[in-house]
């Protein structure tokens, strides 16, 4: 292990770990990753069973 090299968790590109975008190699890949991130959960509780739903339909 020599930690000279990290993979950015956005594109795979190496990135220094003193980086301030760290472990991304920069602003555009940590938001990258934040938006697919959002994204995912929102299609989690997207996919809410129909049980729940019919809670608020019976006002
Ligand atoms: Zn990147």
Same mark, same amino acid.
């Given at each position: 292990?020599? $930690? &000279? $090299?990290?993979?950015?968790? $956005?594109?795979?590109?190496?990135?220094?770990?003193? %980086? &301030? /975008?760290? +472990?991304?190699?920069? !602003?555009?890949?940590?938001?990258?990753?934040? %938006?697919?991130? %959002?994204? !995912?959960?929102? %299609?989690?509780?997207?996919?809410? +069973? &129909?049980?729940?739903? $019919?809670?608020? /339909? !019976? !006002?």
């Amino acid at each position: 292990m020599s $930690g &000279s $090299g990290f993979r950015c968790l $956005g594109c795979g590109k190496l990135v220094r770990r003193r %980086a &301030s /975008d760290f +472990p991304f190699c920069g !602003e555009r890949c940590r938001l990258l990753d934040l %938006a697919n991130w %959002a994204s !995912e959960r929102y %299609a989690i509780s997207s996919s809410l +069973p &129909s049980s729940e739903v $019919g809670l608020s /339909d !019976e !006002e």
